[in-house]
């Protein structure tokens, strides 16, 4: 089977990223295409606008579309979990280092929700992206969503760093194995050979392994024809200036922005005169769009009188998205 197209739709907080991601996944899954919908924003709303709810699991919500919200705060302890028992086992010689107190510690440390939106992140692409023709990511507002992206490259830049270091640990205990003999430790009862060897160090094998993953999912999302970024903005001067510093962002992590929905566009049949300036300035706003980004579509999603919430409103607003991503598929 086919690797599953990843969008992601990211943007200024209330611009509509949520409303338009759900429509989206709504009208692909309605064109016949297996659709895994799951929402990487803590402020929890895919299931507020499909008008169901969700939790961490899948939930199936028409015959060809499911959904999931990862709740952010189990994902931490999850996350942390994990990593403890593992440095457990890797450090289990090092009883000098309290690892109960270092976790307590990191769990409100900066980055972590960060790290562990891109678990989540990594997780649903590994074990879905064969299941399914497209997983649609709601995200959350795009300072966290940037940050998460940014990490895949930042950690290989970790990683490399990392393994050096160790490579040369590892070569001076080589060296002193050779004048003094190898050195051998009793473990929780256990003895056991101090590495000396990549091969035989715990530690180098973590760093590899967790150095394949992270360029797994670097390479996933730089790839142009697995992944789409979709900036969701209004037609107003702060969420186009943030679009176009997520943009700059994104160009930098080589992450493929391909399509710009400006949402909430005003239309009047004949415009109240009081709108009349905010016309001008919405046409000026969606005239700049186009001009500063002129490699990507750029779509236009009208303001609703009524929130487009639920099945039924959601598939009589912004077919347009959907109809750009099936040319992809
Ligand atoms: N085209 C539209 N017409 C009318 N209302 C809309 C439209 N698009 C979105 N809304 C409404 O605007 C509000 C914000 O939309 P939404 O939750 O999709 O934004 P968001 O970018 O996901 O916000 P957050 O940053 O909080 O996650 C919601 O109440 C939604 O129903
Ligand atoms: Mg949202």
Redesign the pocket.
């Given at each position: 089977m086919k690797h599953a197209q990843i969008l992601l739709f990211i943007?200024k907080?209330?611009?509509?990223?949520?409303?338009?991601s759900v429509t989206t996944a709504v009208h692909l899954a309605d064109k016949g295409f297996k659709v895994l919908l799951a929402s990487l924003?803590p402020?929890h709303?895919a299931g507020d606008?499909l008008d169901c709810s969700l939790n961490d699991q899948k939930t199936s919500v028409t015959p060809t579309l499911d959904a999931l919200e990862i709740d952010l705060e189990t994902l931490i302890q999850r996350y942390l979990k994990q990593t403890s028992e593992m440095m457990r086992h890797t450090y289990r010689y090092l009883t000098v280092i309290n690892l109960e107190k270092f976790f307590e510690m990191i769990q409100y440390s900066p980055g972590i929700e960060e790290q562990a939106t891109l678990e989540a992140l990594k997780n649903i692409i590994f074990q879905e992206a064969f299941h399914y023709d497209v997983i649609v990511f709601?995200t959350?507002?795009t300072g966290l969503t940037l940050r998460v992206l940014a990490l895949p490259s930042l950690s290989m830049l970790w990683t490399q760093k990392l393994t050096g270091l160790r490579k040369k640990i590892l070569d001076l205990r080589s060296s002193i194995a050779h004048i003094h003999g190898e050195k051998y430790l009793t473990v929780e009862g256990i003895q056991e050979k101090l590495a000396t060897s990549e091969d035989d160090d715990a530690t180098m094998r973590e760093l590899r392994q967790y150095h394949t993953e992270i360029e797994r999912i670097r390479k996933t999302l730089t790839n142009p024809n697995l992944t789409s970024v979709a900036a969701?903005l209004n037609a107003e001067e702060m969420p186009l200036l943030e679009t176009e510093r997520a943009a700059e962002a994104l160009k930098k992590f080589q992450i493929p922005l391909k399509l710009l929905i400006v949402?909430?566009v005003l239309r009047f049949e004949q415009t109240p005169p009081e709108f009349m300036r905010k016309m001008q300035q919405q046409e000026a706003i969606i005239a700049r769009a186009s001009q500063a980004f002129p490699q990507q579509t750029l779509l236009q999603?009208?303001?609703?009188q009524e929130?487009?919430?639920g099945l039924e409103k959601l598939r009589q607003?912004c077919p347009e998205a959907a109809e750009f991503f099936m040319n992809l598929l």
């Amino acid at each position: 089977m086919k690797h599953a197209q990843i969008l992601l739709f990211i943007g200024k907080g209330g611009v509509g990223k949520t409303t338009c991601s759900v429509t989206t996944a709504v009208h692909l899954a309605d064109k016949g295409f297996k659709v895994l919908l799951a929402s990487l924003d803590p402020a929890h709303n895919a299931g507020d606008a499909l008008d169901c709810s969700l939790n961490d699991q899948k939930t199936s919500v028409t015959p060809t579309l499911d959904a999931l919200e990862i709740d952010l705060e189990t994902l931490i302890q999850r996350y942390l979990k994990q990593t403890s028992e593992m440095m457990r086992h890797t450090y289990r010689y090092l009883t000098v280092i309290n690892l109960e107190k270092f976790f307590e510690m990191i769990q409100y440390s900066p980055g972590i929700e960060e790290q562990a939106t891109l678990e989540a992140l990594k997780n649903i692409i590994f074990q879905e992206a064969f299941h399914y023709d497209v997983i649609v990511f709601d995200t959350a507002p795009t300072g966290l969503t940037l940050r998460v992206l940014a990490l895949p490259s930042l950690s290989m830049l970790w990683t490399q760093k990392l393994t050096g270091l160790r490579k040369k640990i590892l070569d001076l205990r080589s060296s002193i194995a050779h004048i003094h003999g190898e050195k051998y430790l009793t473990v929780e009862g256990i003895q056991e050979k101090l590495a000396t060897s990549e091969d035989d160090d715990a530690t180098m094998r973590e760093l590899r392994q967790y150095h394949t993953e992270i360029e797994r999912i670097r390479k996933t999302l730089t790839n142009p024809n697995l992944t789409s970024v979709a900036a969701v903005l209004n037609a107003e001067e702060m969420p186009l200036l943030e679009t176009e510093r997520a943009a700059e962002a994104l160009k930098k992590f080589q992450i493929p922005l391909k399509l710009l929905i400006v949402n909430k566009v005003l239309r009047f049949e004949q415009t109240p005169p009081e709108f009349m300036r905010k016309m001008q300035q919405q046409e000026a706003i969606i005239a700049r769009a186009s001009q500063a980004f002129p490699q990507q579509t750029l779509l236009q999603a009208t303001w609703q009188q009524e929130e487009p919430r639920g099945l039924e409103k959601l598939r009589q607003f912004c077919p347009e998205a959907a109809e750009f991503f099936m040319n992809l598929l």
